[in-house]
């Protein structure tokens, strides 16, 4: 018998109360947490960048953003965020199949697989999201939802999310390895090199602040829809 036949005849077999009120509440707590960290070290950029002038030689390359690489060791924060928003999906996942436990494209093993998969990551999970979010958002009746779901529109907010998500990623990886591999650079192009990379680098973590801020609302308002709650239909479209 497959996991959707299972889910099919026994639609509470392996699925949770719901997604816990506590779970949801540490993840937006680590991630608004998250979104200081990246706003602070965004500020310490736009100062590194303005520090270049016509004067500035690769000598003082070393020494122009010592406030960002401060920061940096607060960034430490980003995997308690992923190993928990990793769980979340998976327990978002589990309680959705309370109110659709029927045959679905994404399955719990997406749920998780997606995120350790490479460039899938960009994909998979907000696809996987959006499942979810579109069962959860759509009317409970009896604690489930009918075939109605399927005409919920995607979140906005998610596909928002994973854009800025993308960017931040994209920019922020390439101006990292420019800044780190600077040693690389023919030296009379490496001051407008590195600079240019700070620019890119503040770009992207104010960006990454604006996705912090998203994920944060995404999860606040999918959360409390898939908690114990959900099991007894007390929630209905619009609310």
């Avoid at 949801?24 to 608004?32: E, F, K």
């Amino acid at each position: 018998m497959t996991d959707s036949e299972d889910e099919a005849t026994n639609p509470g077999a392996g699925v949770d109360s719901g997604v816990s009120r506590h779970l949801t509440l540490w993840l937006q707590g680590l991630l608004a947490a998250y979104l200081v960290v990246i706003a602070a070290k965004a500020i310490t950029l736009v100062i590194a960048y303005a520090r270049f002038d016509s004067g500035t030689t690769v000598d003082d390359l070393g020494s122009i953003a010592p406030e960002a690489l401060a920061v940096e060791y607060f960034e430490v924060l980003y995997l308690p965020i992923y190993v928990l928003l990793i769980v979340w999906t998976f327990s978002a996942h589990r309680a959705s199949r309370t109110l659709w436990p029927y045959d679905r494209r994404w399955s719990a093993r997406w749920a998780v697989g997606g995120w350790f998969i490479p460039l899938a990551w960009f994909v998979i999970p907000p696809k996987v999201l959006s499942e979810i979010h579109r069962i959860a958002m759509a009317e409970h009746r009896d604690g489930r939802v009918n075939s109605s779901w399927t005409e919920v529109p995607t979140s906005r907010i998610l596909v928002t999310w994973w854009l800025a998500f993308a960017y931040a990623t994209v920019a922020g990886g390439i101006s990292r390895s420019v800044i780190e591999g600077e040693g690389v650079i023919p030296r009379g192009n490496r001051v407008a090199t590195v600079q240019t990379a700070y620019a890119w680098s503040a770009s992207a973590n104010f960006v990454q602040i604006a996705t912090a801020a998203l994920a944060i609302v995404f999860v606040r308002q999918v959360g409390p829809r898939l908690q114990s709650d959900v099991r007894l239909g007390r929630f209905s479209q619009g609310r």
